[in-house]
């Protein structure tokens, strides 16, 4: 945290999440600072961490029981410079302000890698989703967006999915804006297919990092083809992830959820991995449940108080890591560098800790880092605004083609931003500089706004 000027943190000491994050960019944006004199002396850095607006609300609704219930509303709308605000909302009883304005400022660079003209926002709830009913989430996402409805709209800021908001939240929350607005329009995105939704958004976050992964792979004149692979999470990202390293004939060995994981070692095929979405998707169940179909998988618990997690403890060749942030920490890595892994690209949001980047970077392990690896999912939400506004919609194919070469062309950027500074291979300064550099220059040309 050194590097972050002292007025930066002494305004939110406590919000450690969004300080990591801003440590992280700063690190490597340095050069850029030194070569271009005007960003410091038009005080960049203080602008582009103080988001242009951050709303905190109460969100009363009624469970299944009749009690009334008190959640905590978030959206940090963080920086519009090159476009209205767009990120996704997550739901899980660890949200707080910290981690929306870790996700905020990561979205903004992440934004700006897609080439679409996108600024950054996320925003979220403290209300955990999990053993809710149906007639429960939906009462919650209609309190929720009854706030929400007055600070978002399709020119303004277009929120999306997350941790803990998938289709059925998508839904309610979609239905209760156009009631309150009178409104149909792209205001959210991750819609359903019949009312405004974009093909391939739902696999979009997971084959994007996949895409992203094959690029860094064949730049070392390697691919998918027969590497094992292991990955977090079990949710949105985590299963798009594995259905596409199993199309480019890659293997995948284990799943989790937040109580523990599935170690497979004859692979999680394209059959096994079907029963996994109707467990979670349909079910909305366990991840340890998929032993009891496949016995010879194993399954350990996971417990919190554990300084390491033994997922990322096995013989693999790369660590895909889906699930939420902070999950691979130095003693993971030093495991997985221990256990051959040569390549960690990550699909969900800061999933490493800056001391496993470092083991990483040490030792040659090829690091993709989620603010470009994982740009798939909110690309395709550019491309389903795209088609909203244009009131068309484009085939499977179409949209998997502009996903991909998205992908591809936000590697290539990666390559080129770090090799301009000197940073041959390091993705984690060619994704910052390139997504800051856009950024910057909008801002400065847009004045003291
Ligand atoms: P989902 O809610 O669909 O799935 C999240 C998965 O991660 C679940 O398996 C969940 O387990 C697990 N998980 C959540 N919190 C924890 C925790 N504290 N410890 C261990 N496991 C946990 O979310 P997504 O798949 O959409 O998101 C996953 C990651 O990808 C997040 O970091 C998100 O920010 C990032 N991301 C998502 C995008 C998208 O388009 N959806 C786009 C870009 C990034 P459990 O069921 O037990 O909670």
């Known amino acids: 945290m050194e590097n972050i000027p002292a007025n930066i943190v002494q305004r939110d000491p406590d919000q450690k999440e969004f300080l990591q994050a801003v440590s992280e960019l700063l690190e490597t944006v340095k050069p850029v600072l030194d070569r271009n004199p005007e960003y410091r002396s038009q005080a960049i850095i203080e602008r582009i961490t103080e988001p242009e607006r951050a709303i905190i609300f109460r969100v009363p609704w009624m469970d299944d029981q009749g009690r009334v219930q008190v959640n905590r509303g978030f959206r940090v709308e963080m920086n519009s410079a090159i476009g209205p605000y767009k990120g996704g909302l997550r739901f899980h009883p660890s949200v ?76 309610y929350l979609f239905g209760m804006y156009k009631k309150i607005r009178n409104e149909f329009t792209g205001v959210i995105t991750g819609k359903g297919l019949n009312w405004g939704g974009s093909l391939i958004r739902p696999q979009a976050t997971g084959y994007g990092a996949v895409y992203f992964t094959a690029e860094m792979l064949a730049e070392n004149g390697e691919s998918l083809e027969g590497k094992n692979c292991l990955l977090s999470g079990s949710g949105n990202v985590a299963q798009y992830t594995a ?192 997504g800051f550099v856009k950024v910057v220059n909008a801002m400065l040309d847009q004045g003291l706004v």
């Open 96 to 171: 707080t302000l910290s981690i929306i304005k870790f996700l905020a400022f990561e979205q903004v660079f992440k934004n700006s890698l897609t080439t679409l003209q996108m600024g950054g926002g996320k925003g979220g709830a403290d209300f955990d989703p999990k053993g809710r009913s149906d007639a429960e989430v939906m009462r919650f996402c209609q309190a929720f967006m009854t706030e929400l409805s007055r600070h978002i709209g399709p020119n303004t800021d277009v929120p999306a999915g997350d941790i803990g908001v998938g289709a059925r939240e998508i839904g």
């Open 243 to 434: 259905e596409k390293i199993l199309h480019l004939g890659g293997r995948v060995l284990t799943l989790s959820d937040s109580s523990g994981y599935i170690y497979d070692e004859e692979g999680i095929d394209a059959e096994k991995l079907r029963h996994i979405m109707q467990l979670k998707n349909v079910r909305r169940t366990r991840i340890r449940e998929y032993c009891e179909k496949y016995s010879h998988a194993v399954y350990t618990e996971v417990s919190p108080e554990l300084d390491y997690n033994p997922l990322w403890n096995h013989k693999a060749d790369c660590a895909m890591p889906c699930a939420t942030q902070n999950e691979i920490n130095e003693q993971d890595a030093q495991h997985l560098l221990k256990n051959g892994a040569g390549l960690v690209c990550e699909g969900a949001n800061m999933p490493c800790t800056p001391d496993a980047v470092d083991i990483f970077r040490e030792n040659n392990i090829l690091y993709g880092p989620g603010k470009a690896a994982n740009a798939g999912g909110v690309a395709v939400s550019g491309l389903e605004m795209s088609q909203n506004s244009m009131r068309l919609a484009w085939s499977e194919d179409e949209v998997d083609k502009h996903l991909r070469r998205i992908m591809k062309s936000i590697h290539t950027t990666c390559i080129d931003a770090a090799q301009e500074y000197g940073l041959q291979k390091n993705y984690l300064a060619g994704a910052n500089i390139a």
